[in-house]
């Protein structure tokens, strides 16, 4: 059995992941149906799959305490469930509680996960890792959780930057907190 890989991701309406400014996390936008709807998505087991720099986001983060979305339960929670960082660069321990190093291709270590697994994979961030995975046809499903805001000017980390042309099945979607559109979609490259 081949376990299913997910790759999560949030988004501004305008495609990047992140935004400079005083926007913060969630863009200031999360409210309590999204938290607690993400606190249920980390409910079950599964295995978290990050590429280092993610995961160096992650921990400096933590570390620093700047940003207080990183202590939100879903977060905590996440930060618990086993993980494969791929990388190439880092070397365990790791400073997270269940998380072991691959080094090689990501393309060839989620192959490898994914036919090895007993539960399913998801990764949450990990842009460029996730771009090659999807092109690669590894990427199962596609969840976009859609924040209420363009970042024009401050916005950073364009999601889908360089990556193939894909044909998307809409498989899920909901609405959260009144303004925030999760989607979820299965993925197959374009022609």
Request: proline share 5%; aromatic share 10%.
């Amino acid at each position: 059995m081949t376990a299913t890989y997910t790759f999560d991701v949030f988004t501004s309406l305008d495609g990047f992941g992140a935004a400079g400014g005083d926007w913060g996390g969630y863009w200031g936008k999360q409210g309590p149906e999204l938290l607690d709807h993400r606190l249920a998505l980390y409910d079950q087991d599964q295995r978290m799959v990050f590429g280092a720099t993610t995961y160096r986001i992650f921990t400096e983060l933590l570390a620093s305490g700047e940003d207080k979305a990183v202590f939100d339960p879903w977060v905590t929670r996440m930060r618990n469930l086993p993980a494969t960082v791929v990388s190439s660069t880092l070397r365990g321990p790791l400073d997270w509680p269940d998380a072991t190093v691959a080094s090689g291709d990501a393309v060839d270590v989620v192959a490898r996960l994914k036919e090895e697994s007993e539960v399913p994979l998801r990764s949450h961030g990990s842009l460029s890792m996730n771009r090659a995975l999807m092109a690669a046809g590894l990427v199962d499903r596609v969840q976009v959780t859609v924040f209420p805001v363009i970042t024009g000017r401050t916005g950073a980390d364009p999601i889908f930057r360089g990556a193939a042309d894909f044909d998307l099945e809409l498989l899920e979607t909901r609405t959260l907190d009144g303004r925030m559109q999760e989607l979820v979609y299965r993925p197959a490259l374009h022609g």
